[in-house]
């Protein structure tokens, strides 16, 4: 489980990090990475589309991906906002496969 402070709460940070962070592309996910200017926690977000399934399917995507990120926050440097989108394949995948696809953009693009 995240923390509070580690979580992306606002649509505007949401948009901040898409549109102006470097975008990771994996199997099942695609992850952007963004700085901000402060120095304070990594924050993550999570999109979980209708495409990738029915409510309980995106809501299990969501909580693996929340403990994905949960496991690799020391990975991650301090004033980074990740937003990871999960793709429809990720509903189907099983944890290992996922975790492997978001800890290698991770290493890539937010490594402390």
Request: aromatic share 4%.
């Amino acid at each position: 489980m995240l923390a509070k402070p580690n979580r992306l709460t606002r649509g505007s940070d949401y948009k901040a990090t898409v549109r102006r962070g470097s975008r990771c592309a994996g199997a099942h996910t695609v992850t952007y990475v963004g700085r901000v200017p402060d120095e304070g926690p990594a924050r993550f977000g999570f999109i979980v589309s209708r495409q990738v399934g029915s409510a309980v399917t995106r809501n299990t995507v969501r909580r693996r991906l929340k403990a994905v990120c949960a496991e690799a926050l020391p990975l991650v440097r301090g004033g980074a906002s990740v937003v990871i989108r999960a793709l429809p394949s990720a509903a189907t995948v099983d944890y290992a496969d996922l975790r492997a696809d978001v800890v290698r953009c991770l290493e890539r693009r937010a490594a402390a």
